[in-house]
């Protein structure tokens, strides 16, 4: 930060890269911060769409699930509700391709994810294989993509969006 200019936040330079997915109210790319070569990933929510974005954000702070879901880096725009938002999350892996070539572990781990998402209190309401990914060097999984999530009150283990994810996963 500019010690010069106390009341200006600091800049992220985000160089963005690849485009990883197209959703219906955003787009999501990878990116990097220049400065410190590190990677995050940059939602971008067309003009007028800024509600979904701090909705989404505000779904992912109220899910308490610490490292199962991604820390938000900052939400940028400028003043008016006809720019872009973009909000900016730490990286957190690569998703798979599919649910059922992976090895039990890693099928375990993202049932205890979701799971533990649920006793939270928030339904994902698009649990698809884009919206996991491994950390490689970690094996750590992270729930991504909250865009479709509302809060809940989960009945355990009937709980339709659990059930539909265990026959997904092909246990
Ligand atoms: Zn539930």
């Known amino acids: 930060m500019d010690i010069d200019s106390p009341n200006q936040l600091p800049v992220l ?14 787009v999501t790319r990878d990116g990097l911060i220049k400065d410190v070569d590190e990677r995050v990933v940059v939602k971008t929510f067309p003009a007028g769409q800024r509600a979904f974005a701090l909705d989404e954000a505000r779904l992912i702070t109220l899910a308490e699930c610490g ?10 725009y400028h003043g008016d509700n006809d720019s872009e938002t973009h909000v900016v999350f730490k990286w957190c892996g690569t998703a798979p391709k599919t649910f059922c070539d ?3 572990t890693d099928k375990l781990l993202i049932k205890n994810a979701f799971e533990k998402l649920h006793e939270e209190g928030i ?10 990914v491994k950390d490689a060097a970690t094996g750590k999984w992270t729930v991504v993509d909250f865009g479709e999530a ?6 355990g283990p009937t709980c339709s969006e659990l059930v539909q994810l265990e026959k997904d996963l092909s246990f």
Do not use: M
């Open 13 to 26: 330079h985000v160089r963005l890269k690849s485009q990883l997915h197209v959703g219906p109210n955003a």
């Open 67 to 76: 490292d199962l879901v991604p820390a938000i880096l900052g939400i940028f």
């Open 102 to 104: 992976l090895p039990l």
């Open 123 to 132: 339904w994902h309401g698009d649990v698809e294989p884009r919206n996991v």
């Open 150 to 155: 509302t809060t809940h009150i989960c009945e």
